[in-house]
């Protein structure tokens, strides 16, 4: 693995620039001055400008071919080339870099991750679809290659920080169990009754995080914990049965490691997704870093416990489907991003989400 020595002198290409990750995934870049060579992004032109301006990237991809047309048209003053369409987004993910950062949100981020590993590229990966959908596929590419997938999915983060000396050979096979913790969401405590008025206004207000609106969506039904339960057992090699899911409501411990001679090892921090973005870029060094210390005695109590599976069923559905293997994840990826996209249009209510996707995975 290529090491991190001068983090200044370090390169990234940024997908999904404009989102909730990519907008704090160039703030770190900024204080760390990691040079941006090329962002992409779906449609947010305005944003995508400022960022190009201040960033000077040498590529910009718009997937929207409209939006690419007048975001060419912004640019034309400047030596950056614009491109347009996945095509563009996948020339993004190619151009050469010490780190593809992918912050595309849903199965539109599959593509840029097989790319970019492919290439035998490192990726910090925050699109979480790429390795549900894909999982077997993306690793057994990036063993080819010899790709470094970094986890930038504060959980996975936790668990690849934990892992740092703790594994033997680097197969895992000294892992006991992985711990996954779950704030629980905007609703947790609520019964099914009461989630069948829920609006898509409710479900994006995340009570720890601020993230896109799939994401946000799919915290409040539970499927995220879901899609990072298959996360995990495709990026650590463990199967489901050694994946255990604990809510617990203050997001400080962001995921445990339960290691064969009983030891469990945890990642404690803030809840700021700037760490896990930011060890995803320096790894396997530290820098200092723009997230607030933690005051584990202002928090005072730290609280775990069981899921209740029968509020939240769309979790019990990623369990089934992970048994089942990539077909079936892929299945139930598809399905919850159409389910989600149909319920932030008012097309259905937020407890036919999970009928969605259970009538659509059989
Ligand atoms: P956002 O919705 O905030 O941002 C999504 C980004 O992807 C935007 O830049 C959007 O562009 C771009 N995009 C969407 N579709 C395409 C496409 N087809 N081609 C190119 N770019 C595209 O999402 P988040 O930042 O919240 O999440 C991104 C990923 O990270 C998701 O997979 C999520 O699960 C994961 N993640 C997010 C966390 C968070 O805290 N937000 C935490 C852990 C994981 P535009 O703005 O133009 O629409
Ligand atoms: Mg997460």
Request: glycine share 8%.
């Amino acid at each position: 693995m290529k090491d991190c020595m001068n983090c200044i002198d370090n390169t990234v290409v940024l997908l999904g620039s404009t989102g909730s990750i990519g907008t704090q995934a160039v703030d770190v870049c900024r204080s760390l001055g990691i040079r941006v060579k090329a962002i992409a992004a779906e449609r947010n032109i305005d944003l995508l400008e400022r960022q190009a301006r201040e960033l000077s990237p040498e590529l910009i991809a718009v997937r929207d071919d409209n939006a690419a047309r007048e975001m060419k048209a912004r640019m034309a003053d400047t030596p950056t080339r614009v491109l347009s369409g996945e095509d563009g987004v996948i020339e993004v993910a190619e151009t050469p870099c010490d780190t593809v950062v992918n912050a595309v949100s849903g199965m539109a981020g599959l593509k840029p991750t097989l790319a970019a590993v492919r290439l035998g590229r490192r990726l910090a990966l925050a699109n979480k679809e790429s390795l549900v959908a894909a999982g077997e596929r993306v690793m057994a590419t990036a063993r080819e290659t010899g790709a470094d997938i970094i986890p930038v999915d504060s959980e996975h983060s936790a668990i690849f920080q934990c892992l740092q000396g703790n594994i033997d050979g680097g197969n895992g096979n000294n892992i006991k169990s992985l711990i996954l913790t779950a704030s629980g969401g905007p609703f947790y405590g609520k019964t099914r009754e009461q989630l069948k008025s829920v609006t898509p206004e409710m479900a994006k207000r995340h009570p720890n995080w601020s993230m896109g609106a799939k994401i946000s969506v799919d915290c409040a039904t539970m499927m995220n914990k879901g899609l990072e339960l298959i996360e995990a057992s495709r990026l650590f090699g463990i199967p489901r049965e050694r994946i255990r899911v604990l809510i617990h409501r203050q997001s400080i411990v962001h995921s445990a490691v339960e290691l064969e001679d009983g030891a469990v090892i945890a990642q404690l921090g803030v809840p700021d997704m700037r760490l896990p973005i930011q060890y995803a870029l320096t790894y396997p060094k530290r820098l200092p870093g723009r997230a607030a210390s933690l005051d584990l005695a202002a928090v005072g109590i730290l609280s775990f416990e069981e899921p209740d599976m029968d509020a939240f069923p769309c979790l019990k559905l990623a369990y089934e489907a992970a048994a089942r293997g990539d077909e079936a994840c892929r299945a139930l990826c598809e399905a919850d991003e159409r389910a989600v996209n149909a319920f932030l249009a008012g097309e259905i209510g937020f407890l036919d989400i999970y009928d969605y996707i259970k009538a659509e995975i059989g």
